[in-house]
């Protein structure tokens, strides 16, 4: 009994208190701050449809707009026809979430890779594409019609394919 007392017990507890004290290493560490994202003019420069695990991609120079993160914890998008949408934007990690103006709805934008003067998001994961259209809340169902019509002219049908994840690439011009 005196061995379990004075020389396991100590031993199993200086080893919880190590390992339990330790960072996390499958911690994803902030891929950006605030200052790399802000007053800066991003410009769409491709988007990639990924359906199943294959990749379909279209080069896009702007042609689907561009976004202005502001340092007051606003944001203007400016689409290819000239509309203009605002919100308010918050970093956490690498995550962007958006509220729009006008509107209760809110997104999250995921920072897969930041370096210099290109920015590539996330903007959607794993959307079941085998819910009926009318299941999908309205950022979902905007991700659907966006990959839909772009898979179309590739004659691809998007209703064979069970997960659509839409990655964007921006640069800064």
Not at 37 to 43: A, I, M, R, S, Y
């Amino acid at each position: 009994m005196s061995f379990l007392r004075y020389r396991l017990f100590p031993s199993l507890l200086f080893i919880w208190v190590m390992t339990g004290c330790s960072a996390k290493k499958d911690d994803p560490s902030p891929l950006a701050g605030q200052a790399d994202l802000v007053e800066k003019v991003w410009t769409s420069n491709q988007v990639d449809f990924v359906l199943d695990g294959k990749t379909y991609s279209e080069k896009t120079p702007g042609a689907t707009g561009n976004w202005l993160f502001r340092k007051d914890g606003t944001y203007r998008t400016t689409d290819e026809d000239g509309k203009t949408e605002q919100g308010t934007w918050e970093l956490s990690g690498n995550r962007i979430k958006l509220r729009y103006e006008e509107s209760t709805a809110v997104d999250y934008l995921t920072i897969t890779r930041l370096e210099d003067r290109t920015l590539v998001l996330n903007l959607i994961e794993n959307l079941d594409l085998t819910k009926k259209e009318e299941a999908y809340t309205p950022s979902e169902l905007t991700y659907f019609t966006m990959a839909n019509h772009y898979l179309d002219r590739l004659n691809l049908d998007i209703s064979k394919n069970r997960k659509l994840a839409i990655n964007a690439t921006l640069v800064v011009k």
